[in-house]
């Protein structure tokens, strides 16, 4: 909703000041700009981009309209994994198997709606739940196992980020491609009269601010938003990450969340006694 937002703001500020300054707003109503700029970087996304790529480049631009990750969703997610935990402690890591191979039919997992429906998350633990199972794997060996995992998963889902960054990148160049089209039009008019020169003139320069606009009031921010969302992703799977291989040094189901809640940002992370709280909780119940 941000992201609406402040596309709003950079809309109204721009075409506020230029009202302004006594500017005619119909004036930057230059249809054949918007599709000279936009159709060329379109373009060019779609030569340069695989098509995997730009589904996860649609994919993650919808998923900026959502709220991103709360600290419910952290919170949630320690208390998923210490539920699990202690059922590995009171039947042992057999009791654990029918929760990892079928999750979606799991009585803890399923109570945790917001890390069911995260794939990669729910595929990570059930992944590294099968490796401490097996008892074939030592701590050291399962932590540099997940550092790769994790990295891959970083590397996938920054593609659209960059790939986006570099449109942005593109925008002010095919913005002066535009202008100068416009020149071109301009110049086979020159012995007109001077307000359909000047009208020309003004045409074609709303080409190069068209390509600004577009590089640092939209897609670029856009681009970052997206590596922005990915950090908070890549936090949560750290998260993750850290209770699974604390579990797998055999600590204490409560200690082994404990390493999970250090790893959380600190705008993001809850308290010791709220998460000692809810962990009560969920043993209680």
């Known amino acids: 909703m941000l992201t609406i937002v402040g596309f709003i703001v950079v809309i109204g500020a721009v075409i506020g000041g230029f ?3 006594g500017g005619k707003l119909l004036v930057l109503f230059q249809p054949a700009e918007f599709l000279i700029i936009g159709g060329a970087a379109l373009g060019g996304l779609i030569v340069a981009t695989p098509k995997s790529v730009l589904i996860d480049i649609i994919r993650q631009i919808t998923g900026t309209l ?13 208390v998923m994994q210490y539920e699990i935990f202690n059922i590995a402690r009171r039947e042992g890591l057999v009791g654990l198997e ?10 803890v997992i399923t109570k945790y709606p917001s890390f069911l429906k995260n794939h990669e998350a729910v595929a990570f633990m059930s992944d590294t739940m099968r490796l401490i199972i ?5 701590p050291h060996e399962l932590e540099n196992l ?7 998963l970083h590397s996938e889902t920054d593609r659209a980020a960059t790939t986006l960054a570099t449109t942005a990148d593109s925008l002010p160049g095919l913005g002066i491609v535009a202008a100068v089209l416009g020149v071109v039009i301009t110049m086979g008019a020159i ?6 020169i000047g009208e020309k003139v003004g045409a074609a320069l709303v080409g190069t601010f068209l390509g600004v606009l577009l590089c640092y009031g939209f897609v670029g921010p856009l681009a970052n938003s997206l590596r922005s969302r990915n950090q908070s992703d890549s936090a949560y799977m750290k998260c993750l990450k850290q209770c699974l291989l604390s ?5 204490p189901p409560s200690i082994a969340v404990e390493y999970g809640r250090r790893s959380i940002p600190t705008e993001m992370r809850p308290s010791f006694l709220e998460v000692e709280e809810a962990c009560k909780g969920a043993r209680k119940g």
Do not use: N, W
């Open 19 to 21: 009202i302004m300054e």
């Open 66 to 78: 959502g709220a991103g990750y709360s600290r419910k969703d952290f919170m949630d997610l320690m």
């Open 98 to 107: 029918s929760h990892i191979e079928k999750p979606q039919e799991s009585e």
């Open 134 to 138: 097996t008892g074939s794997v030592q």
């Open 146 to 152: 997940l550092d790769v995992d994790l990295e891959t």
């Open 191 to 196: 012995g007109g009269p001077p307000e359909e």
């Open 247 to 251: 579990f797998c040094k055999g600590l």
